[in-house]
């Protein structure tokens, strides 16, 4: 299967048609038509379903485009790569992160980065850690700041001294808003928003203790903004990193702590063994700077 053919797949794929993905890629109907079809018989499978006007995929062909894309992104980020070695400090520095407290370090971190290194960009990626420790583990991400609980026995990391602490959001005007606190006596019966990650639900059910089984989860959000959004239309309680909050308006949403309280550690990590680019190694750098530790302590901490 070429990188190249690929790219040709790729392009039938996202605009629906063989005349006009041939323009884009200046080359022949005829033999773009050609290319896919050997295409389908290298790997046994029919990949499109041609109509008068539109070619649309078929399962396995949106597999192959997922796929597809992952391995195409991975190839051109590798071929920066190489181009960077021998170069000046400069390049595409991809960090992959949730909506929480630890993030609130990063700007001053890239900031000061900036300075030093002008020519460098980066790719800010959101999501859950566990989408973004598998993106790290594909080398799609290079370094990710991932919340706990989490495996990271394939990674070097600093951990943060920063704890997130878990809290409960809920309209202003809702009876449980004039409470400092929140207790699982509070939330029984009531729906609830959880996090999608299971290993972190699994640690929300601990603290709710035997009040959890007849619990209602009403949601699971993989991100808390959209969760907020959900709390906003009375729809339930949500329960989240306090990092978050900053993301919505107070007068719209308001949070109170668990009790007993609940926190979380979280860390800056990069994939174990992995050849890095002169501008993320100088990253990694920059951030054991700002935390004040050296690489090889950061084991330890």
């Not at 070429?2 to 790729?10: A, G, N, S």
């Not at 109509?51 to 485009?65: D, H, P, S």
């Not at 005007?173 to 939330?187: F, I, N, R, S, W």
């Not at 991100?223 to 107070?250: C, H």
């Amino acid at each position: 299967m070429e990188i190249r053919v690929l790219r040709y797949f790729l392009t039938v794929a996202r605009e629906g048609g063989i005349n006009r993905a041939a323009e884009i890629l200046h080359i022949t109907q005829p033999t773009l038509s050609r290319q896919l079809a050997r295409l389908e018989d290298e790997i046994g499978v029919k990949l499109f379903e041609r109509g008068a006007r539109k070619i649309t995929l078929t399962n396995e062909g949106m597999l192959l485009r997922r796929r597809a894309e992952e391995i195409l992104s991975l190839v051109d980020k590798t071929q920066r790569e190489l181009i960077e070695q021998d170069e000046q400090i400069e390049g595409r520095i991809t960090i992959g992160c949730g909506e929480m407290a630890a993030v609130r370090r990063l700007p001053q971190i890239i900031k000061s980065f900036h300075e030093k290194y002008p020519l460098v960009t980066y790719d800010i990626f959101t999501a859950t850690a566990d989408i973004v420790k598998e993106q790290m583990e594909k080398g799609l991400v290079d370094i990710g700041i991932l919340m706990e609980p989490i495996d990271i026995e394939k990674f070097d990391f600093i951990r943060l001294k920063h704890q997130e602490r878990w809290v409960v959001l809920m309209r202003p005007d809702d009876p449980l808003a004039e409470k400092e606190t929140v207790c699982a006596k509070d939330l029984e019966g009531k729906p609830l928003i959880l996090p999608s990650r299971a290993n972190v639900r699994n640690e929300l059910a601990n603290w709710f203790g035997d009040m959890f089984s007849a619990s209602q989860v009403l949601f699971t959000s993989n991100l808390a903004t959209n969760g907020a959004l959900m709390v906003q239309a009375a729809l339930g309680y949500s329960i989240v990193i306090e990092g978050a909050i900053p993301f919505w308006d107070r007068e719209k949403i308001a949070s109170r702590p668990l009790c007993p309280e609940i926190t979380s550690d979280s860390v800056y990590a990069w994939k174990r063994s992995q050849p890095l680019t002169a501008a993320v190694e100088r990253f990694i750098e920059q951030i054991q700077c700002f935390s004040g530790i050296t690489y090889e302590q950061k084991l330890s901490i």
